[in-house]
């Protein structure tokens, strides 16, 4: 059973870059065919597909957000990162972290296998 936990600071100034960590159990980041996102859920909204790293390093983002957001990892620690440079209060949300093994890249299939529990991460402005 592969299990995920995000992990960083609950609370932001606005400007400052917000640093999230996905710890992964159950199966290692470079395993082939999985792959590892990052989604957010505004207050009210749909749940919004931030950007996304693969078993082989590519990385995937959301077009909307991909001059603010890097996704890197840590393959050692088995853990992918996320971070979102210049927030606002507008970046307040519920971050989650997710994976699905598939035999391509889809970035369009938010049908995920696993997803962690979420954290909130509250701007301040």
């Known amino acids: 059973q592969v299990q995920l936990q995000e992990s960083g600071p609950g609370l932001v100034n606005s400007s400052q870059t917000l640093s999230l960590t996905c710890t992964v159990s159950?199966?290692?980041?470079?395993?082939?065919?999985?792959?590892w996102s990052w989604f957010r859920r505004p207050p009210g909204k749909e749940l919004e597909w931030m950007g996304a790293i693969t078993f082989n390093g590519d990385t995937y983002y959301n077009p909307s957000l991909k001059s603010r957001t890097s996704i890197s990892r840590d393959t050692a620690k088995n853990q992918f990162t996320l971070q979102l440079s210049s927030v606002t209060p507008d970046d307040t949300n519920v971050y989650y972290c997710?994976?699905?093994?598939?035999?391509?890249?889809?970035?369009?299939?938010?049908?995920?296998?696993?997803w962690g529990q979420g954290t909130q991460v509250t701007v301040s402005s």
């Open positions: 997710a994976s699905k093994l598939r035999p391509a890249w889809n970035e369009y299939e938010y049908d995920y296998d696993y």
């Open positions: 159950g199966t290692s980041i470079t395993t082939h065919f999985y792959y």
